[in-house]
């Protein structure tokens, strides 16, 4: 088996101890036979909820389990508790005659939209809603220009109890006069009617504003308690959307850390003196051990070398003492270019490296001198 090979094959040795119940994946069936034809004794086999068997590890980078998703921590909002003892089911009564508010009215129309008003107001103050419908109906196909009329209207059917209605003839009064406080009053009236609590406080205060009358107080004070306990529970729960959003983020955040450095501990070699034979070559074990915090220590030998030689041996048992250390070795008539960066003049030559840059060396072949710099900088 070639290097590649070997680190491939003990990278996967290492997953299977930080997760044995992979061995029970179906596609490492031969494998599982194998260990248990050699007698090893295998942890019990793991089922999921839904009777499979357990699943490959999921501090595997390609596992769809160990990516955060914005189903995580799922938020189900609970119902606000409401003042709804007067809010009714809306009217589903065809909407009412419209007139054009684009054509031309003449006086005598003017005049005769009011002779209908007036009936209207005479009907209304005798209890007959429809018939004041009808009046109002006429007068505002004989001057459909006029906000008041609609407005007027409006309120008549609030009386009946038909806020729908209601809150198109306010819209049509406020499309011809967009100050129509009235317009405001009845379209927040017949809204809170609905129990549309925020659109009916938004139409009452700009009524308020442009003409209050004490009708519209006394209508606040019953549709700003649940107005106000909406918004809490809007508050509330966007709270709650932005703080999970932030745990998603933090947990994809540290689920890419981990996976570069996974894949930098994958470039490097635990226990053993990797060869360095360019610069390229180098800065990636370089990267990859700053990624993964591990430090470095960058041996610079040649075979001509006496000394280097005898302290050899050391480096090597050195590198499988210090596993969680990188360990490099160039050879400066190999990798010239590596040697020249580095200004070597002499060998053995030994650099302590953390986060890319040189915290340490030893020159010669010192061993107790490589012993003592090791053991201070692998524990720091």
């Known amino acids: 088996m070639d290097a590649t090979q070997v680190s491939e094959l003990r990278g996967f040795i290492d997953e299977c101890k930080s997760n044995p119940r992979i061995l029970h994946h179906p596609s490492l069936l031969f494998f599982k036979s194998y260990l248990q034809s050699l007698g090893a004794q295998l942890p019990p086999e793991v089922k999921s909820e839904t009777g499979g068997e357990a699943e490959m590890s999921s501090t595997r980078e390609d596992s769809d389990s160990s990516k955060p998703s914005e189903n995580d921590d799922d938020i189900v909002e609970s119902d606000v508790e409401l003042d709804n003892a007067d809010v009714m089911e809306p009217d589903n009564d065809p909407p009412q005659k419209m007139g054009n508010p684009a054509v031309e009215v003449t006086e005598e129309n003017q005049d005769a939209a009011q002779v209908e008003k007036a009936k209207a107001v005479e009907a209304l103050s005798e209890g007959r809603f429809s018939e004041a419908i009808d009046h109002l109906t006429d007068a505002v196909m004989l001057n459909p220009t006029s906000a008041i009329l609609y407005a007027t209207r409006g309120s008549v059917y609030l009386k009946m109890k038909k806020p729908n209605a209601a809150i198109r003839d306010a819209s049509a009064a406020m499309e011809i006069n967009p100050d129509s406080a009235k317009a405001y009053k009845v379209r927040g009236m017949a809204k809170a009617m609905l129990g549309q609590w925020e659109e ?156 890319g840059k040189e915290i340490d060396q030893v020159v010669g072949a010192d061993k107790n001198g490589l012993e003592r710099k090791l053991q201070q900088h692998a524990a720091a």
């Open 200 to 355: 009916a406080a938004n139409d009452l205060h700009v009524a308020s504003k442009l003409d209050f009358d004490e009708e519209i107080g006394s209508i606040l004070k019953k549709v700003e308690p649940n107005v106000h306990k909406i918004r809490e529970h809007h508050k509330k729960y966007e709270r709650l959307r932005k703080e999970r959003h932030l745990r998603n983020a933090e947990r994809e955040k540290k689920r890419q850390v981990e996976a570069l450095e996974r894949e930098a501990l994958s470039a490097l070699k635990a226990g053993q003196v990797m060869g360095i034979h360019s610069t390229g070559e180098l800065d990636t074990k370089l990267n990859a051990a700053s990624r993964a915090s591990r430090l470095a220590v960058l041996y610079f030998t040649a075979t001509w070398c006496g000394p280097c030689r005898v302290i050899s041996p050391l480096f090597t048992s050195l590198a499988e003492k210090y596993p969680k250390v990188a360990f490099l070795k160039a050879d400066i008539d190999e990798a010239r270019d590596v040697a020249g960066r580095w200004n070597i003049s002499s060998v053995p030559t030994f650099f302590f490296i953390r986060k």
